[in-house]
């Protein structure tokens, strides 16, 4: 579902140089749930954003779903992103002027697709929102908010979810949930999950854990869950 190939990230101001990444290489298969761990600074935002397309990097290639990303503009990346990728943020970017459904309602309208009510409505009773339709985002917790935005992820029904620290904003219970709800969401749709974190115990709840220190791969290794 997911190869990326010596994946390096610079950048430049003038005469000098950073690197974030460097000769980053792994393959994730379709259905997979795997975590993405690492000190502040180890590149796993900027590995994250290669990984989707939303930036490009400096050497190296990413393969999502067979189309080579790096071989595209950003127009046929966004086009790809649009019918293939799911995001999940820390800060949850729910359009805070329409209620819960209509934020779930947002994706599936600007692909023009019908009965777009019905199906937002259904995604936020998977996520257990089905008494809370009709509430704006200040009516609602920062773990329903999160819900919202995970409904709104699914609401393509993508190949694959890229989740930014999605517990960040959450104490520990609520971000377990969250990670429960993943994972179920996961086993249903046999939707690949990509989930970057600072926090080691929901990790663990992965298959798999890539580990990243200064821009490189340092461990890459499947959990009790995967055997």
């Known amino acids: 579902m997911l190869v990326a190939r010596e994946l390096t990230k610079e950048y430049r101001s003038g005469d000098n140089r950073l690197t974030v990444l ?9 259905g997979a749930f795997v975590a993405i761990v690492g000190p502040s600074g180890s590149g ?10 939303l930036d490009t990097p400096s050497h190296g290639q990413v393969l999502l779903d067979g189309a080579d990303l790096t071989a595209m503009d950003e127009d046929q990346r966004a086009k790809l992103r649009g019918a293939k990728v799911g995001f999940v943020f820390q800060s949850f970017q729910l359009i805070s002027t329409l209620t819960a459904v209509e934020n779930v309602q947002v994706p599936l309208e600007l692909r023009g697709e019908s009965g777009a009510t019905e199906r937002a409505r259904e ?11 009709d509430h ?17 992820a699914f609401a393509n029904a993508p190949r694959i979810l890229f989740a930014d620290e999605p517990t960040g904003n959450l104490d520990s219970d609520t971000g377990a949930h969250i990670v429960e709800l993943l994972e179920s969401l996961n086993r249903e749709s046999q ?6 974190t600072h926090d080691h115990g929901l990790a663990a709840r992965a298959q798999r854990i890539i580990r990243l220190s200064d821009g490189r791969v340092i461990s890459d290794t499947e959990t009790e869950r995967a055997a």
Not at 22 to 30: A, E, G, L
Not at 137 to 152: C, D, F, K, M, N
Not at 191 to 196: C, D, P, S
């Open 191 to 196: 939707t690949t999950i990509i989930l970057v």
């Open 123 to 133: 995604l936020l009773g998977r996520v257990g929102l089905r008494d809370r339709l």
């Open 44 to 53: 796993k935002t900027t590995l994250l954003g290669l990984l989707a397309g």
């Open 136 to 152: 704006f985002p200040t009516q609602l917790s920062g773990g329903e908010q999160q819900r919202v935005a995970i409904a709104r």
């Open 22 to 30: 460097r000769d980053v290489s792994f393959s994730i298969p379709q």
